[in-house]
Nanobody
């Protein structure tokens, strides 16, 4: 059993900052890519940021220069530092990890339950 637990969401004024965390627990051999997605009401889920096992990062154009993704492999945790937040950043943020539960197991995707981020104008 693998669980991803997110924290750090909340209500913030435009221009403010939040830091999201997502920690994985359970039987894990190796974590490959880690990422953050978001879904606003009535919109499709979109990729916000991705970090590879080699620490390469990718960001959605809408968050470049404002958001920073990082990972702590020893803690099986991924972070998303969000600065200069805008009302259009309001969404449920979900973490995703692609991981192997055993040395010879196929990699699978796991998702957190989501954390609400609301940015007021």
């Amino acid at each position: 059993q693998v669980q991803l637990v997110e924290s750090g969401g909340g209500l913030v004024q435009a221009g403010g900052s939040l830091r999201l965390s997502c920690a994985a627990s359970g039987s894990i051999f190796r974590i490959n890519n880690m990422g953050w997605y978001r879904q606003a009401p009535g919109k499709q889920r979109e990729l916000v940021a991705l970090i590879s096992s080699g620490d390469s990062t990718n960001y959605a154009d809408s968050v470049k220069g404002r958001f920073t993704i990082s990972r702590d492999n020893a803690k099986s945790t991924v972070y998303l530092q969000m600065n200069s937040l805008k009302p259009e950043d309001t969404a449920v943020y979900l973490c995703n990890m692609n991981l192997n539960r055993g040395r010879y197991a196929d990699p699978l995707d796991y998702w957190g339950q989501g954390t609400q981020v609301t940015v007021s104008s």
